[in-house]
């Protein structure tokens, strides 16, 4: 094993990450963020409202792709920790993520697009059947962009301000990203019923089949983009900055002696482990399920014309963009836990708005302004606290990152299915029920898994994060 750096015994902390190499960093899970913001938030109402499947199979086909996710994010995590050499001018962290863009450019494009061959008398489950095999290498090439970007950030800081830092630019890309999608969706409506006016206005006001080209341009256009910023990513981003040595083992060691290995197999018997995994599938459940109805609230409980499926998405991740530079302060000011309360709060108070009022009006933007502050709040905050979780030990990072997306992707997969089956009109056009049935479903994935996140915290100040420490070849 190498020795450390020059300065290393006299504690030197490693130069600040420079501006270049953060927003290089930052705009490495871009493609993902554009192609998440659809698969949430479109996905269903695609295969549903435009398609015409029935809920259960659109349910069914959103539950394939994130067990997929699920299962494929842990052993991409344990591959990305074990391998060893590089893959040209990549580390294994950089090459597992040229792998997953791969994988997701070339397969997004057909979620969004009819069935090849299907006519109006194919049978549903043979459409089924043409998507599976393109949503199953999506999931596998988002898991592994998503895991290999995540755990590169201990590797490039050691701050913990730092660390909040670099995952609130994360974050703000998230937002621009979705931003640029809910924008173009909404130019694209606005484009289209200009296109359509004539002696029936109306036509294009509610989805139909009408609106298969809208959505299959905007997938093209988020694999496009989505390229480029990923060979920025790859361009500018240095894998194992701290290093001064290209030595794979080197960190880790710490300042003055050797730190013990935490393997897979030892955070699996970590109290901590458990405790910031909980909170962290709460916050995906909340973010991602409020993403995934938000539409179909819109449409059906509030009965706005399809436009609002773009604008009311755009308000939410405007005001999560602009909340999302006010983290590294907050978090230096307040700490780590009593952020996320905050945010907690801001979410649980848009759910008791939505839950009380019947009709919205334009106050329906300003309730869009409570979720987006309160949904990236608690997102930056819990992926700060996994990043501390790790700490020095970012040998394993990636399967800690994997471990808790594994939840979070079946957590979610397992909700969305739940709910499409509670569905309660007899077609599969919506009836009466459904109006009441999506307004209590916006209730439910804020209020309800916001008290369950709220429970999560509440371990965390009681029995606040600690690993033990375990000595090499020491038998936990």
């Known amino acids: 094993m190498g ?23 930052a705009v490495g899970h871009f ?30 086909l959103l539950l394939l792709g994130q067990v997929a996710d699920g299962l494929c994010t842990p052993l991409v995590g344990y591959e990305a920790d074990r391998a060893a050499g590089r893959c040209g001018r990549c580390g294994p962290r950089k090459s597992w993520h040229l792998v997953g863009t791969f994988c997701v450019l070339l397969s997004f494009p ?42 590169l950030i ?23 990203a979705n931003i640029t999608v809910y924008g173009t969706a909404w130019l694209m409506f606005h484009l289209q019923a200009s296109a359509h006016a004539g002696p029936v206005p109306d036509v294009s006001d509610q989805l139909g089949v009408q609106d298969v080209p809208v959505f299959r341009n ?44 935490l393997l897979w197999k030892h ?5 901590a482990f458990y405790q910031v995994g909980l909170l962290y599938m709460s916050t995906r459940l909340i973010v991602n399920l409020s993403q995934t109805y938000m539409a179909m609230y819109l449409t059906y409980s509030l009965s706005l014309p399809k436009k609002f499926i773009a604008t009311i998405p755009l308000v939410m991740y405007l005001s999560g963009f602009f909340s999302s530079f006010l ?42 302004v409570l979720l987006g502050t309160g949904c990236a709040t608690i997102l930056v905050t819990s992926l700060a606290m996994t990043a501390d ?37 007899a077609s599969e056009l919506c009836c009466k029920a459904c109006v009441g049935f999506y307004h209590w479903v916006m209730v439910a994935v804020t209020g309800g898994v916001g008290m369950a996140a709220t429970l999560s915290l509440c371990s965390l100040l009681i029995w606040p994060l600690h690993l033990r420490s375990w000595a090499p070849g020491a038998q936990p």
């Not at 290393?8 to 600040?16: E, Q, V």
């Not at 490039?156 to 909040?164: A, P, R």
């Not at 836990?337 to 939505?354: E, H, P, R």
């Open 3 to 25: 020795p450390g750096p020059p300065a290393a015994g006299a504690g030197a902390l490693p130069p600040p990450l420079p501006l270049a190499a953060r927003l290089s960093y």
């Open 31 to 60: 493609l993902n963020d554009l192609c998440a913001s659809m698969w949430f938030t479109y996905l269903l109402l695609y295969l549903h409202s435009v398609r015409a499947y029935s809920s259960r199979g659109a349910g069914l």
């Open 110 to 151: 057909f979620i969004f697009s009819p069935c090849l061959g299907c006519g109006e008398t194919t049978p549903e489950w043979v459409a089924l059947f043409y998507y599976g095999p393109f949503i199953v290498i999506f999931q596998f090439g988002w898991a592994a962009t998503q895991i290999a970007h995540l755990s």
């Open 154 to 176: 201990p590797e490039l800081v050691t701050n913990d301000h730092e660390k909040v830092e670099l995952t609130a630019l994360r974050y703000a890309f998230t937002v621009v």
């Open 218 to 261: 905007l997938s093209l256009l988020v694999v496009g983009v989505g390229a480029v910023f990923s060979l920025l990513f790859h361009l500018g981003t240095r894998e194992g900055r701290q290093v001064e040595e290209p030595d794979e083992h080197s960190p880790l060691l710490a300042p003055a002696t050797a730190r013990p290995l």
């Open 267 to 271: 955070w699996l018997r970590e109290p």
């Open 327 to 368: 983290m590294k302060p907050v978090n230096k000011w307040i700490g780590r836990n009593m952020t996320y309360f905050v945010g907690l709060l801001v979410i649980l108070a848009f759910a008791a708005w939505v839950a009380l009022a019947e009709e919205m009006g334009v106050a329906v933007y300003a309730a869009a």
């Open 389 to 425: 979780l790790i700490g020095p030990h970012t040998h394993s990072g990636a399967f800690v990152y994997g471990a808790m997306s594994f939840s979070d992707k079946v957590a979610n997969g397992l909700a969305v299915m739940v709910i499409q089956s509670l569905y309660p009109c």
